[in-house]
């Protein structure tokens, strides 16, 4: 699925369904404040798919509309940024003129890594209760697509979705698999009688990254996959000390083993010097 993705950017079309004048537009700035702000301000309609992948973005930039609101609250595109990727989303009404929730949709323009884009679609839509490509009116939905966004279709709109979310499930498992290859060796080094329980302390967090990943929590993935790095530095340590103490213990025995034989074929017998000679000698004088 993933040859009908664009390497740089992509467009999906979402559902909304819930909607609230939990935000407002500054006045002077064009930029999207709480409904808390002091300033002068209009009221805006962002809706459940909106406020969740804005809050799924790393580091954005404060939001902008590039076209705010009008009579219309819920009619309007902003524009941000998050590191490497660009965003652009549109809200629209296809259905009832609008006067209903159910009847907005957001067109959502991604540029950036692929990377990126699919990490940050795969925690909007974990984060929402019903698939976004899911239309509460999908008759009206493809014309308002047919007309709008170029042709498109309901059906390859679901597939630009789903696609977008086997990429990022595919990096998370590489990442997993990866961590898995990297524990094998520092595994393999350890002592029998250690093995068991650094085995078991892995094979646990193993599972729960492969747990997470089959439930679409790149967060625990990520938290899982800590948990192994730490372990991973610890086994090395543990490794590379009992590479030492053998090393010193195989250093000790060679040198025992070494002063016995000396011992045994008599290498070390002190040279006798006899001095009793000497001695007469000088009584005699």
Known sequence: ???????????????VRKAGASHCVETSTQLL???????????????????????????????AF??????NEQRWILETQSSDLEVRIESAPYWAWGLLTSGYLNIIHLRGPLEARARLILDTVSS???????????KQATKHLHKHVNGLSIKENEQ?????????RSSLASR???????????????????LKEWKTLVDEDLHMAWQAHAEDNAP?????????EATLIQLNGNVAHDS????????????????QERVLHGQDDIPFVDLTANGDDSEQE
């Open 1 to 15: 699925m993933n040859d009908i993705l664009d390497p740089t950017e992509c467009v999906l079309i979402a559902q």
């Open 33 to 63: 404040r709480s409904k808390h702000f002091p300033g002068k301000s209009e009221v805006v309609y962002l809706g459940d798919m909106t406020t969740a992948l804005l809050a799924h973005l790393t580091h954005p930039e404060t939001p």
């Open 66 to 71: 590039s076209q705010p609101p009008k009579y």
């Open 128 to 138: 929402l209760g019903q698939p976004p490509w899911e239309f509460a009116h999908p």
């Open 160 to 168: 630009t979705w789903k696609a977008i979310l086997e990429a990022a």
């Open 176 to 194: 997993i698999e990866a961590m898995d290859d990297r524990l094998q060796d520092p595994l393999s080094a350890l002592k029998k009688k250690d």
């Open 220 to 228: 625990g993935v990520e938290r899982a996959l800590a948990r192994l």
């Open 244 to 259: 030492t103490s053998d090393a010193h213990a195989s250093d000790e025995s060679t040198s025992e083993s070494y002063a």
